[in-house]
Nanobody, 120 residues
Framework: QVQLVESGGGWVQAGGSLRLSCAASGRTFRSYAMGWFRQAPGKERGFVATISWSGTSTYYADSVKARFTISRDNAKKTVYLQMNSLKPEDTAVYYC?????????????WGQGTQVTVSS
């Protein structure tokens, strides 16, 4: 069992930065791939970035490449999403997720989400 709690969301002007954190509970955190997803009003939840259990492999949605960076600290059981050069279209609820390597995200664990609002 893994419980995930996101933090760090808030309001920021376009061009600004935010850093999201996701703290995990459970003894097997380092066994899980971690990801960030987001859901904007009226849209489906979509992929933002993922990171392998070791942290050596990362993947990003095209819309956030070169602006967002995902990282993890297995000793602290925490995954981060550094978001730079934010745009109004980045406004969404951001969710942290964990899943076993090779398993679908829908079968994994999800946090409650944190709101990010970017004003123009």
């Amino acid at each position: 069992q893994v419980q995930l709690v996101e933090s760090g969301g808030g309001w920021v002007q376009a061009g600004g930065s935010l850093r999201l954190s996701c703290a995990a509970s459970g003894r097997t955190f380092r066994s899980y791939a971690m990801g960030w997803f987001r859901q904007a009003p009226g849209k489906e939840r979509g992929f933002v970035a993922t990171i392998s259990w070791s942290g050596t492999s990362t993947y990003y949605a095209d819309s956030v490449k070169a602006r967002f960076t995902i990282s993890r600290d297995n000793a602290k059981k925490t995954v981060y999403l550094q978001m730079n050069s934010l745009k109004p279209e980045d406004t969404a609820v951001y969710y942290c997720a964990a899943t076993r390597e090779g398993s679908s995200w829908s079968a994994g664990y999800w946090g409650q989400g944190t709101q990010v609002t970017v004003s123009s």
